[in-house]
Every structure is written in structure tokens, then in C-alpha cells.
């Protein structure tokens, strides 16, 4: 009954939060201490500024702050971990895994996090240094140091022992890490293995030695591949001797495969992944600048192909009416296949080498809806321009199934090929479809119709 209490419990606006800083205090702890760190993280969100969540930031208590703000944005983040003294982010440090840990010290200035790490206990300090030694998006970056491991040669009964001893104090324990005399990594013992096994069975008997493991150097995208595949809670990481040197649980991964899919969903739109609604009007207004500039000598490259064909749109004033429905149906064809191949670039389901059936699909399907599109757009043409009758629809109908097809073609090569390249396919892959099927579109289109209307 309690539990249910505590799921439907009322929690505190920021408005009201605010007013009890100054008139209940202690009120506003208690309530503060009984929160989740993902609720907290949504009232320091809801605050209309900083100084509002720096006013509620004392109430929140350290062993909860550190989660509640590893959960904001990360320029939200920065900025309230810029105004904390050292003194406090020690705190905040204190009550974290050593991969939440890294992640503070990895957001603040050198000199306090230097600071900060002078202070850790040594083997905290240490944890804390082999993890920042990694690269942030690695599977090195990802992990925790805290796991349980045992000797290869050690019985059930011993291994049981000790974890009642020390497990208590790792969260989300899973798994029983099976090393050798080297700290090599020999198999991996789930807990209900290690429950149901006879007490004087040597776990080296009973450990699962084809447990996947991932290297500490391996990216995250990968990592993430691997816990879909296989379908772990956690998974251990080893270095290149196969020593056996952190965990990487399901959590970690769940925040990977967001980022990930947000980071490839700004790429496409040409966003960059660190933008978010708490950044400067003028950092974002840089960043989507630069695109937009990309973005603007594309439109001129377009622009410069209709006016090779100046003196035929000036005779035919329908010829400037039509052709944005050209480049406009290629454009959202070639996207559409764009999304599909960038996704599955990141699923790891399409590479450059298995690509060739992926292809072949875009490109029928294309052909498939140039056809169908052609002939309906052929007979509105003809209708809607009389004067030009049939001529005109057999026109824009070419154009289209030519420029459809182009779409699926340019939608799948592109994104395969900047791969190829070791580009994110995400990253420019749309301004380039874009101009492809401009270009494409208005050339078709209007030459079709030199050749045979003028």
C-alpha cells in the first residue's frame, strides 16, 4: 500500500518549490529527499531560469543531486556546475558510480575537477582517472568500474559469502565476473546460475564462457548493437590483454540509444547534436548558421539551373508554375529513402558491402511511385493547361519518373557512400539530396519542355 501511496504522491511545482524556500524550508527538504532524481531533474526543467533551479539546488540532497542534474541537458548542466564551489561538487562526486562520477568531472573546469580528484579517496581516485583516460563516446567512456568479480577457482558456496559481504554496496548487480590469476576475463556466472548451483561447484565449471564481452576501446553505437542483439543488463569490458577492466549496464545504454537516435534526427534536419533550448540565442544561432549557409549556395546552384532556361519559361509562363512539383515530389521521395538507409546505417543493418539489395529496393520503389505519380500529375497537367494539352502532361510526367528515380538512386548512394567515406551519413547527407533533386527536377523538367514546346 505504501508503495502505491508513494507512485501517486503530489509533487511540488517550481512555483511552489520556490515559495517554500522562503517561507518552509524544512518542508521543502523532506519533500525534496523523497523525490526521485528524474523528478528532480524535471522540477530544476520546469524553472523559468538559473538562478530559480540555483535557489532549489541547496534543498536537493547530495546523494540526489548528482543524478537529478546528470539527467538536464548538458549546457543546463554545465552552466549550474560552473556556479558550484569545489566543495560541492566533491559532495555531488561522492555519492556517484565512478562512471556518473567521470561525467561530472568531465563537465566542469580542469582545475576544480583536478581539485575535486585530489580530494577522492585513492581508490575512488583511481576508478575515477582509468575512466577519464578513455574516450568520452567509447566503451571505455561508458563504463563503471564498480562489478563483482571472483577467482576462477573459487566454490559457489565462497562466492555466495562474499557476495552477501560486498554486493550490497554495487547497484544493479547482474552478473558474477569469472577471472583468472591475471584478472584475464574467463566466463560470466548470472545470479540465478550461482543460486541453483551446488554449493561446492567451481564456478569456472558453470560460468558461461561465450558471454559477449566489448572492448574498452569499442564505440558506443557498437556497444549499443551488442545489448540489442544479445539482450543483456550488462555487459563486462575488457582491454586489449582481455583483462577484465569495467561493466557497462543496461541504463548507460538506454542514454546512448537516445542520444544516438536525437543526434542522427538534428543531423538530418542539419542541426547540431548539442543543440537544445537552453543554449544562447547567439551559439545556436552560429551553429544553424553554418548549414543554413551550406544550405544557400545548394539553393543557388538550383536557381542558377532555371535561369539557363530563362527564355523558355518567359514563353511558357505554365513551365514556372509546374516545376516546383518536380523538385518538391523528388525531394520528399529521396528523403524518405534517405531516413530509411541512414537508420539502418545505425542499426548496423546496411553497410557498403551488403548494400547492393537495399538499393535495388529504393530504386524500384522509386521507379514504382515515378510511374503512378507521373501519369496522375501527365493528366492534371493536361487539364490545367489546355492549351498545351497532352504535350505539356507527357512533359512533367518524364520529369517526374525521371527525377523519382534519381531520388530513390541519390537517397541510397548518398548516405552508403559518405560511410564509405567515414562521413556521418546524417551529417550531409540531406543538403546533398536536396541538391541533387533540385537539380535534376528544374533540368529535366525544363529542358523536356525546349526541346519540345519551344
Given at each position: 500500500m505504501?508503495?502505491?501511496?508513494k507512485?501517486?504522491?503530489?509533487?511540488?511545482?517550481?512555483?511552489?518549490?520556490?515559495?517554500?524556500?522562503?517561507?518552509d524550508?524544512?518542508?521543502?527538504?523532506?519533500?525534496?529527499?523523497?523525490?526521485?532524481?528524474?523528478?528532480?531533474?524535471?522540477?530544476?526543467?520546469?524553472?523559468?531560469?538559473?538562478?530559480?533551479?540555483?535557489?532549489?539546488?541547496?534543498?536537493?540532497?547530495?546523494?540526489?543531486?548528482?543524478?537529478?542534474?546528470?539527467?538536464?541537458?548538458?549546457?543546463?548542466?554545465?552552466?549550474?556546475?560552473?556556479?558550484?564551489?569545489?566543495?560541492?561538487?566533491?559532495?555531488?562526486?561522492?555519492?556517484?558510480?565512478?562512471?556518473?562520477?567521470?561525467?561530472?568531472?568531465?563537465?566542469?573546469?580542469?582545475?576544480?575537477?583536478?581539485?575535486?580528484?585530489?580530494?577522492?579517496?585513492?581508490?575512488?581516485?583511481?576508478?575515477?582517472?582509468?575512466?577519464?583516460?578513455?574516450?568520452?563516446?567509447?566503451?571505455?567512456?561508458l563504463?563503471?568500474?564498480?562489478?563483482?568479480?571472483?577467482?576462477?577457482?573459487?566454490?559457489?558456496d565462497?562466492?555466495?559469502?562474499v557476495?552477501?559481504r560486498?554486493?550490497?554496496?554495487?547497484?544493479?548487480?547482474?552478473?558474477?565476473?569469472?577471472?583468472?590469476?591475471?584478472?584475464?576475463?574467463?566466463?560470466?556466472?548470472?545470479?540465478?546460475?550461482?543460486?541453483?548451483?551446488?554449493?561446492?561447484?567451481?564456478?569456472?565449471?558453470?560460468?558461461?564462457?561465450?558471454?559477449?564481452s566489448?572492448?574498452?576501446?569499442?564505440?558506443?553505437?557498437?556497444?549499443?548493437?551488442?545489448?540489442?542483439?544479445?539482450?543483456?543488463?550488462?555487459?563486462?569490458?575488457?582491454?586489449?590483454?582481455?583483462?577484465?577492466?569495467?561493466?557497462?549496464?543496461?541504463?548507460?545504454?538506454?542514454d546512448?540509444?537516445?542520444?544516438?537516435?536525437?543526434?542522427?534526427?538534428?543531423?538530418?534536419?542539419?542541426?547540431?547534436?548539442?543543440?537544445?533550448?537552453?543554449?544562447?540565442?547567439?551559439?545556436?544561432?552560429?551553429?544553424?548558421?553554418?548549414?543554413?549557409?551550406?544550405?544557400?549556395?545548394?539553393?543557388?546552384?538550383?536557381?542558377?539551373?532555371?535561369?539557363?532556361f530563362?527564355?523558355?519559361?518567359?514563353?511558357?509562363?505554365?513551365?514556372a508554375v509546374?516545376?516546383?512539383?518536380?523538385?518538391?515530389?523528388?525531394g520528399?521521395?529521396g528523403?524518405?529513402?534517405?531516413?530509411?538507409?541512414?537508420?539502418?546505417?545505425?542499426?548496423?543493418?546496411?553497410?557498403?558491402?551488403?548494400?547492393?539489395?537495399?538499393?535495388?529496393?529504393?530504386?524500384?520503389?522509386?521507379?514504382v511511385?515515378?510511374?503512378m505519380?507521373?501519369?496522375?500529375?501527365?493528366?492534371?497537367?493536361?487539364?490545367?493547361?489546355?492549351?498545351?494539352?497532352?504535350?505539356?502532361?507527357?512533359?512533367?510526367?518524364?520529369?517526374?519518373?525521371?527525377?523519382?528515380?534519381?531520388?530513390?538512386?541519390?537517397?541510397?548512394?548518398?548516405?552508403?557512400?559518405?560511410?564509405?567515406?567515414?562521413?556521418?551519413?546524417?551529417?550531409?547527407?540531406?543538403?546533398?539530396?536536396?541538391?541533387?533533386?533540385?537539380?535534376?527536377?528544374?533540368?529535366?523538367?525544363?529542358?523536356?519542355?525546349?526541346?519540345?514546346?519551344?
Open positions: 505504501a508503495k502505491n501511496e507512485k501517486t504522491r503530489a509533487l511540488p511545482t517550481s512555483s511552489e518549490a520556490l515559495q517554500l524556500v522562503k517561507w524550508a524544512g518542508r521543502l527538504n523532506e519533500l525534496l529527499a523523497g523525490m526521485r532524481d528524474a523528478e528532480l531533474a524535471d522540477l530544476l526543467l520546469s524553472c523559468r531560469n538559473n538562478d530559480e533551479r540555483l535557489a532549489l539546488i541547496p534543498h536537493i540532497p547530495d546523494e540526489l543531486l548528482g543524478d537529478a542534474l546528470l539527467e538536464l541537458p548538458e549546457s543546463m548542466q554545465e552552466k549550474l556546475l560552473a556556479v558550484l564551489n569545489t566543495d560541492e561538487i566533491e559532495d555531488v562526486v561522492e555519492h556517484l558510480d565512478s562512471d556518473d562520477a567521470t561525467d561530472i568531472l568531465q563537465a566542469v573546469e580542469k582545475h576544480v575537477a583536478d581539485e575535486v580528484m585530489e580530494r577522492l579517496e585513492p581508490d575512488e581516485r583511481r576508478e575515477v582517472e582509468s575512466l577519464l583516460a578513455h574516450d568520452e563516446e567509447s566503451a571505455g567512456g563504463m563503471q568500474a564498480e562489478l563483482f568479480k571472483v577467482r576462477h577457482d573459487w566454490s559457489v565462497k562466492v555466495i559469502r557476495l552477501r560486498f554486493g550490497r554496496e554495487i547497484e544493479n548487480l547482474h552478473y558474477v565476473y569469472v577471472v583468472d590469476d591475471d584478472d584475464l576475463l574467463v566466463g560470466v556466472l548470472s545470479l540465478h546460475t550461482l543460486l541453483f548451483a551446488e554449493a561446492d561447484t567451481i564456478v569456472a565449471d558453470i560460468a558461461n564462457r561465450e558471454f559477449p566489448v572492448h574498452a576501446g569499442q564505440d558506443q553505437e557498437e556497444v549499443a548493437r551488442i545489448f540489442d542483439k544479445y539482450d543483456m543488463l550488462a555487459l563486462p569490458v575488457v582491454d586489449d590483454a582481455g583483462v577484465l577492466v569495467g561493466r557497462i549496464t543496461a541504463d548507460d545504454v538506454i546512448v540509444i537516445q542520444e544516438e537516435a536525437t543526434e542522427d534526427m538534428y543531423r538530418l534536419a542539419a542541426l547540431s547534436d548539442q543543440d537544445d533550448l537552453a543554449e544562447p540565442v547567439s551559439r545556436t544561432a552560429k551553429r544553424r548558421g553554418i548549414w543554413l549557409a551550406v544550405n544557400l549556395f545548394t539553393a543557388i546552384a538550383a536557381s542558377f539551373v532555371i535561369s539557363q530563362e527564355a523558355t519559361i518567359a514563353q511558357i509562363v505554365a513551365l509546374l516545376m516546383p512539383i518536380v523538385a518538391s515530389m523528388g520528399i521521395a528523403t524518405q529513402t534517405l531516413t530509411v538507409i541512414v537508420r539502418s546505417i545505425a542499426l548496423g543493418r546496411v553497410t557498403f558491402s551488403n548494400a547492393k539489395r537495399a538499393l535495388m529496393k529504393e530504386v524500384s520503389v522509386g521507379l511511385s515515378g510511374v505519380f507521373a501519369i496522375l500529375m501527365g493528366v492534371i497537367a493536361s487539364f490545367w493547361f489546355p492549351e498545351l494539352g497532352i504535350k505539356l502532361g507527357l512533359i512533367i510526367a518524364t520529369a517526374m519518373m525521371i527525377n523519382l528515380f534519381v531520388a530513390g538512386l541519390a537517397g541510397a548512394l548518398i548516405p552508403l557512400t559518405l560511410q564509405r567515406l567515414k562521413i556521418d551519413p546524417a551529417l550531409a547527407s540531406g543538403t546533398i539530396l536536396t541538391t541533387v533533386t533540385d537539380v535534376v527536377g528544374f533540368f529535366s523538367f525544363l529542358g523536356l519542355a525546349t526541346l519540345f514546346l519551344v
